[in-house]
């Protein structure tokens, strides 16, 4: 389990360290950073594919994605007495990302390259990344160790091997160098990146891809899209979760109950409602029955990650689904690690009603995203790898 959340210089994260647990409630009003969060989780996942240099791309480059405001606010800033104005950088700037958990941590440090004759000087290098045992890092506790283009790793004996590998500034340790002979640990901390799954928003509009009836296969994981939606979940039915999948449906809807078929092997959804004379097809269900649906797929999912990230799952919900959606994940927070960011209150109480909480909350301080009542001494023990 992952027990820690570290980012620096990240869009509002300028230096926020967050404590995680088995299901863990990121929430704060809007503007405090929570999707920041959400984005900076997603940023580690995508460096396990060596997919962070056009993830940021996509958000604009790596100098959007910094933080924008100055190195350090003072005391005069602070009490009003001064304006924030800018300051001489005496560090470095970077963005920096990592987690620690029981058994392994991982850190990675971004940042622009030198000045050479390319179109590319706004590809991002990676300066350092580390691999380590344990919750903090430790010089004695690493295990791979990237600095530039130059990655060592650990030999059975304790020290440093004598070999020195080298990969592209622009790949990540994690994707391009995976070798189970030098370093089996850097190899099972990519592969559990790798298995982290996220949930955003799912599309209901009539084009959505959950409305489509289509050819199925068995399907252990929603999609992103919730294509899959008839197929993930007659597995669910299928695979023995039948009587969660009823019990759920039958709180969220009264007297209503759910169905899959196949008429030439073609899946779709069919939903049967007290009062009504016949089912209704996906193509015909509400925007919040539909999206309901695609959360019960994803949640009673038979193959669960070890990390689950839900994004605002509460939107476009009435507010009479929210207590059938904190048992949802609830239920998830049994078998896997489970992150969800929401601002919406009676959410976040239906589950502190019925599961173990780690809430934390987030607020804006000139900019800056903090952790409400987070004192220098709260903050779990942090270490960065150094330049």
Known sequence: MLTTLAV???????DLVLP???????????????????????LLADA?????????????????????????????????????QGTVRTKALGLKLG???????????LGLPVPTETMFNLDPEFKREAVWSGPVLRPSALLADRAGPVVRTRVESGGWGADRFEIRLTDSMLSEFADPRACPELLLVRERIRGWRFYDHFRTDVHAPARQSRIGTRTPVLSHDGADLAAALRTIIEIGRAAELESIVDQAFPGSRLEVVAPESRFTVRFHQHGLLRPLEAAELSDGTLRFLLWVAALLSPRPP??????????SLHPDLLPALASLIAVAAKETQVVVVSHAQPLIRALSEIA???????????????????GRLDRPSWHWPAR
């Open 8 to 14: 620096e210089n990240y869009r509002s994260l300028r």
């Open 20 to 42: 995680l647990s088995g299901l863990t409630v990121v929430t704060g009003p809007n503007g405090s950073g929570k999707s920041s969060l959400y984005r900076a989780l997603r």
């Open 48 to 84: 396990s594919r060596n997919g962070a240099v056009a993830a940021l791309a996509r958000e604009g480059g790596l100098p959007s994605t910094l933080w924008a405001g100055p190195e350090t606010i003072g005391r005069s800033v602070r009490e009003g007495r001064t304006p924030v």
């Open 99 to 109: 987690f620690a958990g029981d058994e392994y941590g991982y850190a990675l440090d």
């Open 306 to 315: 070890e990390l689950l990230v839900l994004n605002e799952p509460e939107t």
């Open 356 to 374: 173990e909480v780690g809430e934390v909350e987030l607020e804006k301080e000139y900019g800056e995203t903090k952790l409400v009542g987070q």
